[in-house]
């Protein structure tokens, strides 16, 4: 089992050469085709000031916007021919479209979906939405890496978010070509509704028991702490076991056409040390 096409989206120059590092590394265990994606954004232009902008200065953003997508074509095709793996490069210019619907659209062929997550300091309206549209339409598992970095391999101590969900299990089985490698994997069901000691312990066995029949090398826990929130709680036992990656359901609907997520994924999503994959 294994993932033989990656598709990766480098946006953000500040996090592409990450981003691009942690889908070599999946491309390189998985022996995969890569696919580079590079969205060309639509020039921003807020509206008070619309009537002000000459038009040389949106021709400069378009070639700077070029320029760019140029720079990270040349940095993907250097990166996948050092690293002696199979690969193309995509650039679409999306003239007014939605980036994240381009990125979906390329996505969709793909068996794993690698992406940074969103600026925190890009107050832009709508730059934050980008990578939470990805996760919640693709249909296909989404592996984030954090704006700050990343300097670990991905893959050899993961925690896995578990609640018994649809999502939960769509992300866990999504995962497993990584679970499968990895050097250990603990399932955590963090605030589990159970009634009785007997039944929090049983709460993740299952999954486990699932997950080591496919040879996963893992452990099951649960944390009850109603003093800090889920994500929170995530967050911290990845820290304290040295998870390099999270594994968890990305929660989410549609409402008048925005994207309103469960308080435990925007959490994460706004706030991720590590890297994390997410399916809806």
């Not at 480098?10 to 590394?25: F, M, N, P, V």
């Not at 990270?72 to 479209?97: H, N, P, T, V």
């Not at 050899?156 to 679970?179: Q, T």
């Amino acid at each position: 089992m294994a993932y033989r096409t990656i598709l990766v989206h480098l946006g953000d120059a500040g996090i592409a050469e990450a981003t691009l590092k942690a889908a070599i590394q999946q491309a390189t265990i998985h022996n995969a085709h890569l696919i580079g994606v590079h969205v060309v954004p639509s020039i921003r232009i807020y509206a008070s000031v619309e009537a002000y902008i000459p038009t040389e200065v949106i021709e400069i953003q378009r070639e700077e916007n070029q320029k760019k997508a140029e720079a990270l074509g040349e940095m993907f095709e250097a990166e996948i021919k050092k690293a002696g793996i199979s690969g193309e490069w995509r650039i679409s210019d999306i003239q007014g479209r939605s980036p994240a619907s381009e990125i979906v659209n390329h996505g969709r062929r793909a068996d794993l979906i690698v992406t940074s997550q969103a600026n925190p300091d890009d107050n832009f309206q709508g730059s934050s939405s980008w990578s939470e549209q990805i996760m919640i339409e693709a249909g296909r598992p989404v592996l984030f890496i954090p704006y700050i970095g990343n300097k670990r391999p991905i893959g050899k101590n993961v925690l896995v978010a578990w609640n018994g969900s649809r999502e939960s299990a769509r992300a866990v089985f999504d995962a497993l070509p990584i679970l499968k490698r990895a050097e250990s994997v603990e399932v955590l069901w963090a605030n589990p509704p159970a009634n009785s000691d007997s039944e929090m312990s049983i709460m993740g066995s299952e999954i486990a028991n699932t997950l080591a029949r496919h040879d996963v090398k893992v452990t099951a826990d649960h944390g009850i702490n109603h003093d800090i929130s889920i994500g929170d709680e995530l967050l911290s036992r990845a820290s304290d076991h040295g998870s390099d990656l999270i594994v968890m359901g990305g929660y989410g609907h549609s409402r008048f056409r925005e994207m309103i997520l469960g308080g435990v994924t925007r959490l994460i999503m706004q706030s991720m040390t590590v890297p994390v994959l997410m399916s809806h």
